[in-house]
């Protein structure tokens, strides 16, 4: 996929990192109030959209077309401005927090750096939530179900390997991906998915970050921050916790873990939502359970979400044909044999594994495949609808049915002329 790079001097939301944040800091009763994470998360939140000036490469703003030198270094520094305001109103709650004194520090090199003036406009706060919640509110299913009188209908996106998208319409694609993009934006949940190339390599790429973002929601939860990156899948959202949102005995969100550093389960009962972050071998991939009504909870400007429309089509690679390695030497013997060993259904993931096996000449990149099969097993009920028809094949189809119906109607007109 082309992708689009901010200036240089510009630094995108990843560039960013509070100093001394994965230090363990005991919690006294002064750093039990402090909410620097709120400030955090508004700041990731607020650059998004501005792209990425990393050298993996970056992503156009959510509308698709690419920012002004000028106007991204004028929205980086509204943002700055927000953050250095928020962090102001912690200072006396975080009195001898190192990662508040951290992301001041942060700050007053960046706006140095970034030439801003002190003085400007700020980022929008977010509205304070509205009117009072009735008791099954901040619990998705329950509330569906009360108002419904049935279950929700859950769709399924799954992003794996080099990377292969499965998306919440059931259609898969393998996807020349590089730097930063959206998998998911809409009201509740902000995800975003960097990919980078495999070192040495030139064809391959692979998942190496993800950033779930919360968004505020009335009054079930705050904004929460979640970042993995490539051996370092935290089982705790950025501030360390590993729950928030408790209301009347329920917790909105939570973080729990099978396999701590490489993989992590989020749960989000307000939006019904499940979140499965996993290193498979030397990738990142992501599954995705989420009712259709909070999927499709979006406007026209979000119109880059590549869990809903996957990769642009000019940018998609074909499964059954994946490019050479980059040296003949490095393609393993034998990976159709061994992928068919591991995935016997000749599905999409068998598909991608030997695509995987081909492209990087790693042996371990078949487990991607194999763990995002698992957790479409156990995010979509209905067991016929887990595997897939291969792309290639089922595009293929359809034109030929299409053209058998044409060709059928024709003789039909002309034996009534008869």
Known sequence: ???????????????????????????????????????????VAATLDLGSGSSSGGAAPAGGAALSREAVNAGYCSA??????????????????????????????????????????????????????????????????????????????????????????NEFQTCAVQGAWPLIDNEYLYVQATSSPVRGGTHATVLTKITIIFKNWRQCIDQQLYQAELDNVPAAFADGSVWSGERRGHRSLTVRTQSP??????????????????????????????????VEAFGPEQDLQLCMWGCPTSQRLN???????????????????????????????YQACVFDLITSGDLN?????????QDARNMISDRQDVHLLPVASAGQARPNVTLLLLLLGMLGTLSCRD
């Open 80 to 169: 700055l401005r927000s953050y250095d305001m928020c962090t102001k109103r912690m200072a006396r709650a975080c009195r001898g927090d190192l990662a508040y004194h951290s992301a001041v520090q942060g700050i007053e090199d960046l706006l140095i750096q970034h030439r801003c003036p002190r003085a400007g406009p700020t980022a929008q706060p977010r509205p304070p939530p509205q009117g009072t919640l009735s008791g099954d509110t901040c619990l998705y299913d329950r509330s569906f179900f009360g108002r419904e009188g049935r279950t929700p209908e859950y769709l399924h996106c799954g992003v794996f390997g080099d990377p292969h998208i499965r998306t919440f319409n």
């Open 319 to 349: 499964t059954l044909r994946p490019p050479p390695p980059d040296s003949l030497a490095s393609a393993p013997i034998g990976a159709e044999a061994h992928c068919a060993a591991l995935l016997p259904d000749r599905d999409v993931y």
């Open 261 to 294: 550093g490489r993989h992590a389960e989020i749960r989000a009962a307000h939006i019904g939502t499940l979140l499965v972050v996993r290193q498979s071998g030397r990738s990142l991939g992501l599954s995705v359970r989420s009712p259709r009504g909070v």
């Open 365 to 373: 990149s078949s487990t991607a495949a194999i763990s995002a099969l």
């Open 1 to 43: 996929m082309a992708t689009l790079h901010t200036p240089d001097s510009v630094a995108g939301p990843a560039d960013f990192t509070p100093r001394c944040s994965n230090q363990t800091v005991p919690v006294s009763p002064v750093g039990a109030s402090c909410r620097i994470l709120r400030c955090n998360s508004d700041f």
